[in-house]
């Protein structure tokens, strides 16, 4: 995209705009001048508190704020009407929910297809960006010790595992494939960004689930999630909402990104965090990787997102040192 359409009077929607990476995402879009149509789903029952989001710099002059719901995607088109790009976060966050529910998967799928239809009868979307997940890529029996944009998870394989973000994985896996093939159809150009753990500070007056399953250690809790992953791939959300915002400016872009900076393991982990906060009693784990049952998952390459010339700038002590301080601040720790 050229150069004049970066930031500027450059108008853009984020859907999903209150959570933890859409609300990210809004602060570092008005921050480089654009200005931003976002979309929240209201409670009937009770009215919300999106004052993180409306007291951001800029907010005032370059935010404006619709109400939609993914039950009703036509809800979204207004929201998208006269933008440039649409950066597509929305959908339900049941992250650790082991049963597939069929009927929620098919009103994601539908929702993303109908929002693609809003973007291209806009007739002023030059680029969508979507984000997706690395359960769509590692979650299959291929055996292979690092993986690329060329791999999918295999939903029958996820559901038959039954393990932990059964639905969270089948939904990605699926949603992400289906907007592909639209796109490809009728000539819509889509980014999907992949992206690993998020991990990091956050603008939400809650703890994210992401960041509140890499604090679980700090919390002390005795039960971890990551402890079911041989290698744990993560990025810092600065990063990977930096990607996007690269990726939708980019003139080349074009298909799938890994959005993965660093990896460790469940005891480097845990020997990285007692070395660095040994203010917190964390939990000592037996060093013993034949241990580990449940998904192993591989390596990821990101080969093809700092070829294009993107570069991470966080590593593992910003993204647990941002967390804490906002935990700290919320008076969670």
Known sequence: MENKEKGGSSRVCVTGGTG???SWLIMRLLQRGYSV?????SHPDRKRDISYLTNLEGASERLQIFNADINKPQSFAAAIEGCLGVFHLAQPMDIEDEEVDETKVKIVITATLEILQACIDSKTVKRVVYTSSATAVVLNDKGLDILDESSCSDV?????????????????????????????????ELVSVVASWVHGPFITPHCPDTVRIFMDMIFGHRECVLEKQKYIPFVHVDDVMNAHIFL??????KGRYICSSAETTVHELYKFLAARYPQYQIPIIEDSMEEISGVKCPRLSAKKLLDTGFKFKYGQEEMYDGAIECCKIRGLL
């Open 20 to 22: 933890f990476l859409g």
């Open 37 to 41: 149509n976002t979309t929240i789903r």
């Open 156 to 188: 029958d394989l996820i559901k038959f595992g039954k393990t932990f973000g059964t639905f969270y994985s089948v939904c990605k896996t699926l949603t992400e494939k289906a907007a592909i093939e639209f796109s490809g159809k009728n000539g819509l």
């Open 248 to 253: 939708f400016e980019h003139p080349n872009a």
